[in-house]
């Protein structure tokens, strides 16, 4: 095994789950898609149908095995984007309309500098999925829960030695050295009082 140089991920995407491509290279060259995942860690898009491999899939209990034809992810440098007027390959930039709102247009020799619409698909993730709290999550009680009296500007003494314990390893270089821990000094500051 040789040592392989880390990938530089791109930073502006242009092509996002939904939009019809157009493949550049390899042995779909030429055809058409739709963009199925998008995998942004690596610069690669799955595309429904098309550079199609065969995997050996093992036996399992509810899985017979064999051989399966399935989709492999391409690099992003190998598409280009399908212009809605022309359906030609061309380049995508991003513009401001005059309401500030920013747009993909297409850009090139072939193109027809029309506006990329926002694929249907993406809208239907806005609704955000229902959370079950793990076992490291804050309950919604302890942060509810008030531990400053702001008449008396005191904190509960229990909370206080239950945080300090925590932190002992911590507060004896603060002891040490009679400075506070985060930095900032007068009774605004939770650790100051320590020295």
């Given at each position: 095994?040789?040592?392989?140089?880390?990938?530089?991920?791109?930073?502006?995407?242009?092509?996002?789950?939904?939009?019809?491509?157009?493949?550049?290279?390899?042995?779909?060259?030429?055809?058409?898609?739709?963009?199925?995942?998008?995998?942004?860690?690596?610069?690669?898009?799955?595309?429904?149908?098309?550079?199609?491999?065969?995997?050996?899939?093992?036996?399992?209990?509810?899985?017979?095995?064999?051989?399966?034809?399935?989709?492999?992810?391409?690099?992003?440098?190998?598409?280009?984007?399908?212009?809605?007027?022309?359906?030609?390959?061309?380049?995508?930039?991003?513009?401001?309309?005059?309401?500030?709102?920013?747009?993909?247009?297409?850009?090139?020799?072939?193109?027809?500098?029309?506006?990329?619409?926002?694929?249907?698909?993406?809208?239907?993730?806005?609704?955000?999925?229902?959370?079950?709290?793990?076992?490291?999550?804050?309950?919604?009680?302890?942060?509810?829960?008030?531990?400053?009296?702001?008449?008396?500007?005191?904190?509960?003494?229990?909370?206080?030695?239950?945080?300090?314990i925590?932190?002992?390893?911590?507060?004896c270089?603060?002891?040490?050295?009679?400075?506070?821990?985060?930095?900032?000094?007068?009774?605004?500051?939770?650790?100051?009082?320590?020295?």
């Open positions: 095994m040789g040592w392989k140089a880390a990938q530089k991920v791109f930073k502006h995407w242009r092509v996002l789950r939904g939009d019809n491509v157009m493949i550049m290279g390899g042995k779909d060259k030429g055809l058409t898609g739709k963009v199925q995942q998008v995998l942004r860690s690596r610069n690669m898009v799955y595309i429904e149908g098309r550079n199609l491999v065969k995997k050996h899939i093992k036996r399992s209990g509810e899985n017979p095995g064999g051989i399966v034809t399935m989709e492999s992810p391409l690099h992003i440098s190998k598409l280009r984007h399908i212009d809605p007027v022309t359906n030609a390959p061309c380049r995508v930039v991003f513009r401001f309309l005059e309401d500030g709102s920013k747009v993909r247009v297409t850009t090139g020799g072939t193109a027809s500098s029309s506006v990329i619409p926002r694929p249907d698909i993406l809208k239907q993730r806005r609704t955000l999925f229902p959370v079950k709290p793990g076992t490291k999550d804050t309950l919604k009680e302890d942060v509810l829960e008030r531990t400053f009296d702001p008449t008396s500007g005191s904190e509960s003494l229990d909370k206080k030695q239950k945080f300090f925590s932190m002992s390893d911590t507060l270089y603060a002891r040490q050295f009679n400075t506070p821990i985060c930095g900032l000094e007068g009774s605004h500051c939770g650790l100051a009082w320590v020295g």
